[in-house]
DNA sequence: ATGAAAGCGCTAACAT
DNA sequence: ATGTTAGCGCTTTCAT
C-alpha cells in the first residue's frame, strides 16, 4: 500500500536537508539545531524510516552483533548464560545470535562460518575438544572470540572451576561412605569431563585411597537422559560390582541415570546414590530430589559478553554443592 | 600477522580475473570454466576469504536470515520450537536471529526494531496480547511475519489448537470425579489462556455441569514455578473450598503448584490432581510424574518456517493428553 | 551548522 | 566464458 523501505535520502529530501544533516541525527544529534533535528525526525516517523544495518555496517566496518555458539541450546543451562550474554549486551546497544553446536563439528564450523560472513564483532563460544583450531580461521580476519565455561591459556575464557565441582561432588560422596563410584562423563577429550575428572581423583586421594579401587569412568558422546540412562544399563549389566553412587556429568544425563535405578528397583540413594551437575531448575523436584553442582550461568555469560566489549580482565568462577535426597545417607524424607 | 578481511577484488587479483568472474564463481558456479573455477577457489582458500554478507545484503537486497521472537527461551518448550525453525531454514541455507522477549512489550517492540533494520527476509513470533499492533511497521516495510503457537484471521500463523488441549485436560480431569478445578492460567488476553478456557468451558458443558460452579479462574502475569506455586497458596488461603485439581497454563507453573501442595502436606493426585501442559522433558521424572498436553513443537516451528520461506498453507496442529500419576484416581506408590 | 561527494564489498546487467 | 561498471544505503571527510 505505501511505500516500501525509506532511505535516508528519502528523509533527506522530505525535511529539505541533505543526507549528511540526516546522518548527523542519527549518529551526532548534539551537532545539528534543535529545529532542523525537529524536522528530520518528523520526517523519519512520517516515513516510517529504518535505518539499514547491512550499510551502515558496511560504511562503518564494524557490526552491533556478537555470535554465539553453545553446545546445546535446549539445555536451559545453556540459555542461562545466554541471558547472562544479553543483559550485558544490551547495555551496549548490541545483539546476539544465538546458535547451538549440538557437539556437531561440522555444525560449528557451519555456524563460524556464517558469523565471519556477518561480520559480528566477535564470537562466544562453550568449546568442544576442536574448537581451537577453528577460531583460528576467525583470528585471522580479526574476529576475537571468548571461550566460555572452558578454559584455555592460549585464549581468552572465562570460566567454572571443574576440578573444584569434580572434587565438591566426590568428595561428598565419599564422606557418605561410598568406595565405589561411577563418573558417567561426556567425551574423554571435553575439558569439563577432564577437569571434573581430575577433581574427583584428587578427591579420592585426599583421602588416601586409590581412585582406581574407587572410580570407574565411563564416557557419553551424547549428553542426552537416554545416553545416561543406556550408560548405567550396561554398566550394572556388566558383571562388574554395582557401584553405590553415580557421579552424572550433567543434570539432564542424572535424570536418565535416575530413570534406569527406579527401572531396576533400585532406591535412590539407599542402593545407589546420584549427584548431578548444572543444578538445573527442576533439580529440587524430581522424584527424587537431585544432589548437583551449580554454575553461576549468568553472571559467566555477563562476564563473557563484558570481556568482549570492554577487554576486562577474564574471571573463573566458583561452582557449590547442594546437597538433596539422591545423596544422603538416610532415605529421602517423603517431602521436605 | 596477515592481512584483514580479503575481498572479491583481493581473490580476482590473485586469480588473475575479474570481480564479476569471482562473482560468478560464488553465485553462478555453473558458468565458470572448471579450470577458472579451480584457480579462483584456490585464491579464495589462499587468502582465508569469507564473503561479506552486509555487502552481499545491500546490493542483492535480500537477506538469508530470519527474525524469531519467542516468549522465553528459558523454557525449553520454546527452544523446541526454535530447533524445529533452524532445521527448516538450514534446508534453505537460511539462518536465524533468537531473541526472547521475555513476555515484556519493551523488549518485544525493540527487537522488532532491530531486526528490521538487519532486514530479515521475515520475522516469525510466538505472540503476546499486543503484539499484532508492532507488526503493521514490519508489514509496511515489506517484512512478512509468522504468528506461532496461536492463531489470527487477520494474520498468517501456525498453531496448536488449545482449545481442543483445554478440552482434553479437563475432561480427564471431570472423569476422575473432579467437580471444583482451579485453572492457573497465564495473562487472560493471552491467546492461549482464553482457548484453554474455552476448551474447558465446553468440557464442563458438555458433562451438563455449570462451569461458574466448577470452575476457578486465576490469572499469572508472569509465567514462573514462583508464581505458579504463589498463586495456588493465594487460592487455598482465601477460605473457599479448596480445588481438588489444578489444570496449570504449563509444566513450569505446574513444577510450582506442585511444590505449593507439597509444602503443604497435601497429596497428588489424592487430595488435589493436577495437570500441566507442554509436557516438558522431565515432566515424566517429577517427584510426581506429570500428566501434561503435548504439543509437536519441533514440527510447529518447521511449519512456521516453510510457511515464511515456501508460502505453503499453514496448519493447525493437535495437542494431545499424556496422563501420568500426578491426575490419576489412585494415589501414586510412593516411588522415591 | 549544513552540504557535496567518495567509497565500503558485492551483484547483476551489459559488453565483449 | 569472462570483463566492465553502476549502484545498493550509509558514514565521513572536506568544503562552505
Redesign the interface.
Known amino acids: ?2 511505500a ?2 525509506a532511505s535516508v535520502k528519502d528523509v533527506a529530501l522530505l525535511a529539505g536537508v541533505s543526507v549528511g544533516t540526516v546522518s548527523n541525527v542519527l549518529n551526532r544529534p548534539e551537532s545539528v539545531t534543535e529545529k532542523t533535528r525537529a524536522k528530520v525526525e518528523h520526517a523519519m516517523a512520517q516515513l ?1 524510516f ?6 551502515r ?2 560504511r562503518a566496518g564494524v557490526s552491533r552483533t556478537v555470535g554465539v555458539i553453545v553446545m546445546d ?2 539445555n ?1 543451562y545453556y ?2 548464560l ?2 547472562g550474554i ?1 543483559d550485558r549486551l544490551a547495555a551496549d546497544d548490541h ?1 546476539l ?4 553446536s549440538d557437539d556437531d563439528p561440522r555444525r560449528e564450523a557451519r555456524f563460524l ?2 558469523l ?4 559480528v564483532r566477535g564470537v562466544l563460544v562453550t568449546p568442544m575438544a576442536t574448537t581451537l583450531e577453528r577460531l583460528g ?1 576467525l583470528r ?3 574476529i576475537p572470540s571468548v571461550l566460555m565455561d572452558s578454559s584455555s591459556r592460549h585464549h581468552t575464557s572465562v570460566g567454572v572451576d571443574h576440578v573444584s565441582g569434580g572434587r565438591q561432588a566426590i568428595t561428598h560422596l565419599l564422606r557418605q561412605g561410598h568406595r565405589r563410584i561411577l563418573f558417567v562423563a561426556g567425551p574423554a577429550d571435553l575439558q569439563q569431563t577432564r577437569h571434573r575428572l581430575r577433581g574427583a581423583i584428587e578427591a579420592i586421594q585426599a583421602d588416601g585411597l586409590d581412585p582406581a579401587d574407587v572410580l570407574q569412568v565411563v564416557n557419553l558422546t551424547n549428553l542426552t ?1 537416554n545416553d545416561g540412562q543406556r550408560a548405567l544399563a550396561t554398566v550394572l549389566d556388566s558383571g562388574r560390582p554395582a557401584p553405590t553412587a553415580v557421579f552424572a556429568i550433567n543434570d539432564i544425563v542424572a ?1 536418565g541415570v ?2 534406569e535405578l ?1 527401572l531396576r528397583g533400585l ?2 540413594p539407599r542402593d545407589v546414590a546420584v549427584v548431578g551437575y548444572d543444578d538445573l ?2 533439580a529440587a ?5 537431585l544432589s548437583s553442582v551449580r554454575q553461576p550461568m549468568r553472571q559467566l555469560g555477563w562476564a563473557a559478553a563484558d570481556l568482549l566489549l570492554t577487554d576486562h580482565p577474564h574471571s573463573l568462577f566458583e561452582p557449590e554443592l547442594i546437597v538433596r ?1 539422591s545423596s544422603t545417607g538416610t ?2 524424607p ?3
Request: aromatic content about 4%; charged content about 25%; some cysteine.
Open positions: 500500500m505505501t516500501q523501505r516510517n529504518h535505518r539499514n544495518a547491512s550499510a555496517q558496511l541450546v535446549g536451559p540459555t542461562e545466554a541471558r544479553e545483539t545470535i544465538l546458535c547451538s562460518r556464517l565471519a560472513e556477518q561480520g580461521d585471522r580476519l580479526g537422559a535424570l535416575m530413570r527406579r532406591s535412590i531448575y527442576f523436584e524430581l522424584m527424587t530430589p535426597a532415605d529421602d517423603p517431602t521436605r
